[in-house]
């Protein structure tokens, strides 16, 4: 078991920055391909970035890109959304979450997951 821990969200105005963390604890072995999803209010769950565990393969949601960055470090187990040149649109509930499938932009990958941190960008 694996539990995820977000922080880091907030009120924004927008073109503001954010940083989000993600702390795994448990059996938080370094193997876990990690990713960032989001729901907005009235809509559906979203992924918008992932890593895998060698921080080598990386996506982004097209939404997000050039303004997101997902990094990791997993001497800390903790993965990170730099989030750059917010906009009104990216106001949600942001979780993180964990699992081992190599299909890094599928939610099916994705087995263990956070409670959320809440983002809101003012405009």
């Known amino acids: 078991q694996v539990q995820l821990v977000e922080s880091g969200g907030g009120l924004v105005q927008a073109g503001g920055s954010l940083r989000l963390s993600c702390a795994a604890s448990?059996?938080?072995?370094?193997?876990?391909?990690m990713a960032w999803f989001r729901q907005a209010p009235g809509k559906e769950r979203e992924i918008i970035a992932a890593i895998d565990w060698t921080g080598g393969r990386l996506y982004y949601r097209n939404s997000v890109k050039g303004r997101f960055t997902i990094s990791r470090e997993n001497a800390k187990n903790v993965v990170y959304l730099q989030m750059n040149s917010l906009k009104p649109e990216d106001t949600a509930l942001y979780f993180c979450?964990?699992?081992?499938?190599?299909?890094?932009?599928?939610?099916?990958?994705?087995?263990?997951w956070g409670q959320g941190t809440r983002v809101t960008v003012s405009s």
């Open positions: 448990g059996r938080a072995d370094t193997m876990y391909n």
């Open positions: 979450a964990a699992g081992t499938d190599s299909v890094i932009f599928s939610e099916n990958t994705y087995i263990y």
